[in-house]
């Protein structure tokens, strides 16, 4: 997706590279075991979104410093913990192709790598020197756990409604995006507009991502999504399509939805997949997603224009493109 935006074509792999350079030397440890499922978990790549938008932020605002791709191996070491975590929570066996660490090493295991990825985050953030920045990833860590919780709690529950799953994805998944991105505008040194159109920049395409991989859990394939499709049904979780179902759907699709959620029934999953695919729900859920870009696509007018603000126009863009 991003190979094909202008900025990216010439400027990715060099941003990466100098991200897997903090990342490579970071999850190093003494400890065999540690560095052995942190690079077993950070070599399986994965899009890099969270960690690009860090360095996205800073370079619109003219920030290429050392310290600014710190933060972005910062940041993606937040989400591979927390990857970790669910994977362990939800029993994942597949994530991003590949067998999950909790699947090879066991779970606790993985959940001890998860911590040890945590800490190590919070001593890149120490190496910004900014207690703003450490203020911010720490409020953001926190809700991003409660976001887990919550999300757990509505495990099987049916009354969920669109407004409270949308605080749900909003804490689980758009938190970090939005941090990511105002950390980078931190240390860029950005006014408080910009600061915070950075930050609705990041919530935007957050929602955006976490509404189309509800999508995509029924009109992807694992190569596409990276594991196994259906695992959000038999995980009891009600995203936003069987949301649709229930409360727009015929009387049937929404007591077929009912029952498998309350029964985290795989098994119901062909059924379940009919029902979306013969009703709006994808085309519902896509524009709420479509939405969502939009919003960060205004947010970027507080910035300045140039090419990096116009790749990040572009990324908004693609971020529905997933789908096609």
């Not at 959000?232 to 179902?245: M, Q, R, S, V």
């Not at 969502?292 to 790749?311: F, G, R, S, W, Y």
């Amino acid at each position: 997706m991003l190979h094909t935006i202008p900025y990216f074509q010439q400027n990715l792999e060099t941003d990466l590279s100098r991200v897997n350079v903090v990342i490579n030397r970071a999850v190093q440890s003494e400890v065999a075991l540690i560095s052995q499922i942190g690079t077993y978990i950070i070599s399986a790549g994965g899009k890099r979104l969270r960690p690009i938008l860090t360095i996205l932020a800073g370079k619109c605002l003219g920030c290429d410093s050392d310290k600014l791709y710190s933060l972005a191996a910062m940041v993606e070491f937040i989400h591979t913990s927390t990857l970790l975590h669910d994977d362990v929570v939800d029993e994942s066996e597949l994530r991003r192709g590949r067998k999950t660490a909790n699947n090879l090493f066991g779970n606790a295991a993985a959940v001890l790598v998860g911590d040890f990825l945590y800490t190590r985050a919070f001593q890149l953030m120490v190496g910004s020197g900014s207690l703003k920045i450490l203020e911010v990833m720490a409020e953001a860590t926190n809700i991003i756990a409660e976001g887990e919780v919550m999300q757990l709690m509505n495990i099987g529950n049916t009354e969920i409604s669109e407004t409270e799953y949308l605080q749900v994805i909003q804490y689980k998944t758009a938190k970090l995006f939005e941090a990511a991105a105002q950390v980078g505008a931190i240390l860029a040194g950005a006014t408080s507009g910009q600061e915070q159109a950075l930050k609705d920049y990041g919530a935007h395409i957050g929602t955006a991502f976490q509404i189309i991989d509800d999508v995509l859990d029924y009109s992807g394939s694992v190569e596409q999504i990276g594991k196994n499709v259906g695992d959000d049904l038999a995980e009891g979780k009600p995203t936003l399509p069987l949301i649709y179902l229930m409360r727009q759907g015929s009387e049937e699709a929404a007591r077929d939805v009912r029952h498998a959620l309350q029964h985290a029934d795989r098994s119901y999953f062909e059924t379940i997949h009919n029902h979306v695919m013969q009703s709006g729900a994808l085309d519902y859920c896509v524009q709420q997603a479509r939405h969502a870009a939009d919003k960060a696509i205004l947010a970027l007018q507080m910035l300045p224009e140039n090419e990096v603000t116009h790749a990040m126009r572009e990324l908004a863009e693609q971020s529905l493109s997933r789908i096609a």
